[in-house]
């Protein structure tokens, strides 16, 4: 079983910088895709960034490239860098990733999992 487990977000000024790591915990395998969803008020869920091995990085058009994702080698640790944050980035932000289910030694599907959320405050 893998869970993953955002570091606190907590609050930073307009202009500023964070970085954001998830870590996969539990029994892992090779993870495939692992990436970072966002919701901010009264808006849906949408794309912040996402890896996916073999296929490369995809970054939600609205960020215009204010954030870069990036995977620890040797590790099951996504990071989350955000440069240059603005009062609409304001939101929970879910790490997310497909994990292997193995079966019998072999890969039998892909599941999707999700952390719990952090909160980022972004203030003016």
């Known amino acids: 079983q893998v869970q993953l487990v955002e570091s606190v977000g907590g609050s930073v000024r307009a202009g500023g910088s964070l970085r954001l790591p998830c870590a996969a915990s539990g029994t892992l395998s090779t993870i495939n895709t692992m990436g970072w969803f966002r919701q901010s008020p009264g808006k849906q869920r949408e794309l912040v960034a996402r890896?996916?091995?073999?296929?490369?990085?995809e970054y939600g058009d609205p960020l215009k490239g204010r954030f870069i994702t990036s995977r620890e080698l040797g590790k099951n640790t996504l990071y989350l860098q955000a440069d240059k944050v603005e009062s609409a980035d304001t939101g929970v932000y879910y790490c997310n990733a497909y994990v292997p289910v193995v079966v019998g030694g072999k890969v039998e599907r892909y599941e999707e999992i999700w952390g719990k959320g952090t909160l980022v405050t972004v203030s003016s």
């Open positions: 890896i996916r091995p073999g296929a490369g990085t």
